[in-house]
């Protein structure tokens, strides 16, 4: 993770919005912000399903094509990482308002969220740069996870044998569910449920996480010069899911997936606190104990 100062940060000229759709206090949220943009004389792109909603549909663009200088989000993890799996590379920064279940990576919650943009717009704030997870199939690449690269037996409930290597040299198999290969701030999320360690932002590094293992099998934490690989054994086919969105089947010709660290990352817009704050908060407190 690298936090960078106000000094380096450009103006907004174009604005991005994604909103949960299912939400009514989304759209409300949504319709606000945009009403206020484009009082600041802002360029404003909103994803289709949500322009639909908000009936602002001149102002429709895909995530793929949502060029912009700042995106918004309003809703939980699951909506960030979405946009982040989308939205072109080099990606703009992303302001995340929080109106999902446990938002750890957002910043504020919603009735902060006028006042959040205000404080964008006046260059009131740092950002909180994150590496992203590239993954290759037979030379395919698929799309760059925040969070992490999940490989699964295409059989529910069957047992994935598969072999890690590092670098090209073969350094363990594994009997398990599912392997996840997770990012720092993917460390946070299914690889933590599953027994893995945390992430500090400034290790620069990912962790190899096995999901309910047959037999005792550790996570690994790989430096993130290296260049690991996941090659099946038994089953032959597997199913890959990236941030918990993107899916792809891999098939007995090209039964590899090889991930590394991309040339991409996400960055996030912080006003206060730290990544120690949103873990105590949101992750390692459950019941609203305060630390």
């Known amino acids: 993770m690298l936090v960078v ?18 939400r009514k206090a989304a759209l409300k949220l949504a ?4 009403t206020h943009l484009e009082a600041k004389g802002l360029s404003i792109f909103l994803e289709p399903k949500l322009a639909k909603h908000i009936n602002k549909t001149e102002a429709a663009m895909p995530l793929k094509k949502m060029k912009t200088d700042l995106i918004v989000t309003i809703g939980g993890d699951g909506t960030i990482l979405r946009t982040c799996l989308r939205i072109p590379k080099p990606e703009p920064p992303i302001l995340a308002i929080n109106m999902g279940v446990r938002g750890f990576l957002a910043e504020v919650n919603p009735k902060e969220g ?5 404080m964008c717009l006046e260059g009131k704030f740092t950002l909180e740069r994150y590496m992203k997870l590239a993954s290759f199939i037979a ?3 698929l799309p760059d996870g925040l969070n992490e690269v999940f490989i699964t037996s295409h059989t529910p ?5 598969a072999r890690i290597w590092k670098d090209g040299e073969a350094v363990a198999e594994c ?3 599912g ?12 690889s933590l449920s599953g027994g893995g360690p945390v992430l500090d932002p400034e290790v620069d590094a990912f962790v190899l996480t096995p999901i309910c293992p047959l037999t005792v099998f550790h996570p690994i934490v790989f430096s993130a010069k290296s260049t690991v690989s996941i090659e099946l054994l038994k089953p032959k086919r597997a199913v890959v899911v990236i941030d918990g969105d993107y899916q792809m089947n891999m098939e007995p010709k090209n039964p590899r997936i090889t991930i590394k660290k991309s040339e991409y990352e996400s960055s996030f817009v912080r006003f206060e606190g730290n990544f120690y704050h949103r873990l105590k908060g949101r992750l390692l407190f459950s019941r ?3 630390f």
Do not use: M, P
């Open 5 to 22: 100062a106000l000094e380096e940060i450009e103006l907004f000229n174009a604005v991005g919005l994604v909103a949960r759709v299912d």
């Open 31 to 34: 319709t606000k912000l945009v």
């Open 114 to 118: 006028l006042n959040a943009v205000n």
């Open 139 to 141: 030379g395919t690449r």
């Open 157 to 161: 409930a069957k047992l994935l044998y």
């Open 175 to 177: 009997r398990a569910d």
């Open 179 to 190: 392997v996840v290969v997770a990012s720092q701030a993917g460390s946070t999320g299914y």
């Open 288 to 290: 609203g104990e305060k």
